[in-house]
Nanobody, 114 residues
Framework: VQLQASGGGLVQTGGSLRLSCAAS????????MGWYRQAPGKQRELVAR???????DYGDSVKGRFTISRDNAKNMVYLQMNSLKPEDTAVYYC?????????WGQGTLVTVSS
């Protein structure tokens, strides 16, 4: 399984960005796809994840601002980020979990300027 994330960049406080991630390889129907992030000097944390059936789970710091979605037919997952804050600055990683295995993309940098 390979994951390719895109859409990161520099944005001002209050702005929006949309991240995309394309998964390729042997993707099973029950795969959970999502996003984690890691800010400088901090541990990696959950941003959002979504099961194939549509159930979602969000990190507390992004609830109400970020929305995860996916296209199962295309093996894509998206993260719409609104009302961005400087503390959202981090490398965002696309993830996929299936059959006891976790896969990670290369990360895409999001920088929010104050």
């Amino acid at each position: 399984v390979q994951l390719q994330a895109s859409g990161g960049g520099l944005v001002q406080t209050g702005g929006s960005l949309r991240l995309s991630c394309a998964a390729s390889g042997s993707i099973f129907s029950g795969a959970i796809m999502g996003w984690y992030r890691q800010a400088p000097g901090k541990q990696r944390e959950l941003v959002a994840r979504m099961a194939s059936g549509g159930s979602t789970d969000y990190g507390d710091s992004v609830k109400g601002r970020f929305t995860i979605s996916r296209d199962n037919a295309k093996n894509m997952v998206y993260l719409q980020m609104n009302s961005l804050k400087p503390e959202d600055t981090a490398v965002y990683y696309c993830t996929l979990g299936q059959i006891g295995n976790d896969y990670w993309g290369q990360g895409t940098l999001v920088t929010v300027s104050s």
